[in-house]
């Protein structure tokens, strides 16, 4: 029997004070337009960046996304033989990876594109180089596609030197967009020279600063199944866990020193569904208008849209809340510790589940 399809959907609601969380080419923040309206917009990869570094401060499973893996295989090769001086391990890497079908610069030791590896696998591939005299293609491709650190195994990597050593993304990241119009907004500041005399009236340096305050729509999924493929069950289920966490905790941090704008989320949704993940962002296709704050309208008009999904989609497996507010859907916890271990007792059975029907 074919192992059902298992999906992890995460909703949030978030306000953000006067902020520049991501900007475009000329340095005003991103925009989107949805619905008739200019909206907010942060982007999925500038989230998956931040979630990505909240792995590394919380000492989860991340890898490098570097141009400069060459030069991660021979400092581990020179790790593991001392004997080995620096140009016999670069020319013992450059080996490994055309082996691999990746090209290096030879006078830069750089691959031409970044390339996402785990610790594990340059470790492995170490090792590998130097207890054979004589590679294996086929083997040294398999070491780049075990291994994986959990942000490799959530967000793939693409190789266009070689697709075979392609990771198939086990997650899905939507770009925030604010649930309703933004105007944007412009801070002209000056500074002054401490040192110049105080009779000097004029500004040492001037200028303008674009940004916006907004509450954001965020969306992101796991394939569940796909995401234990790329790692097994257990990493698989503590992964997931890990990645809600730093999906709700962490943020982007453009110009986080001069806007000081790190919120939290003031609601979030997890469901576990066997049918198909669902962004509900056409809640507010429709942009809320309020003159009394966004945050509860958009919590209703949220509820309202998931209701609706209801109609079309199975009953999830697992349906809980995290809400400052009350809430009418979804079973309520009282903290994110809780949500959490709801979430992480209900992918354990569920993939129970999956185990028996197979």
């Not at 995460?10 to 309206?37: C, E, F, M």
Request: hydrophobic letters at 40%.
């Amino acid at each position: 029997m074919i192992t059902p399809n298992l999906y992890l959907d995460i909703h949030v609601l978030q306000t953000v004070p006067s902020s520049n969380l991501n900007r475009d080419d000329t340095g005003a923040p991103k925009t989107a337009l949805y619905g008739g309206v200019t909206r907010a917009r942060v982007s999925s990869q500038s989230w998956k960046r931040a979630v990505r570094q909240g792995f590394k401060a919380e000492d989860v499973t991340a890898g490098v996304r570097t141009k400069e893996a060459a030069q991660l295989l021979i400092d581990q090769l020179m790790k593991l033989d001392e004997d080995l001086d620096e140009k016999d391990a670069l020319e013992k890497a450059i080996e490994v990876f055309k082996a691999a079908g990746v090209k290096i610069d030879k006078k830069t030791s750089e691959t031409g594109a970044l390339l996402l590896v785990s610790h594990g696998q340059i470790e492995k591939l170490a090792q590998y180089a130097l207890s054979n005299a004589d590679l294996n293609k086929k083997e040294i491709k398999k070491v780049l596609k075990s291994d994986q650190s959990l942000d490799l195994a959530l967000f793939g990597r693409m190789v266009a030197d070689n697709p075979e050593l392609n990771v198939d993304a086990s997650a899905q990241v939507a770009h925030a967009i604010s649930t309703h119009e933004v105007v944007p907004e412009y801070d002209y500041f000056t500074a002054l020279d401490d040192l110049q005399p105080k009779s000097n009236a004029g500004a040492a340096m001037l200028g303008s600063l674009e940004f916006n305050s907004s509450t954001l729509y965020r969306y992101a999924n796991v394939n569940v199944n796909e995401l234990i493929h790329n790692l097994d069950v257990d990493s698989a289920i503590t992964g997931a866990v890990a990645f809600i966490k730093e999906f709700l905790l962490t943020m982007p941090s453009g110009k986080q020193n001069t806007f000081a704008n790190k919120t939290l989320p003031s609601y979030a949704m997890l469901n576990l569904r066997t049918d198909t993940p669902v962004n509900l962002v056409s809640a507010f296709e429709e942009p809320v208008k309020s003159r009394n704050g966004y945050l509860k309208k958009s919590i209703e008009k949220f509820e309202k849209e998931f209701e609706i999904s209801e109609q079309y989609l199975d009953t999830p497996e697992l349906n809980v809340v995290l809400s400052k507010f009350e809430t009418n859907t979804g079973a309520k916890v009282a903290n994110l510790s809780e949500l959490l271990q709801r979430v992480n007792d209900g992918l354990k059975e569920a993939i129970k589940n999956e185990d028996l029907n197979d």
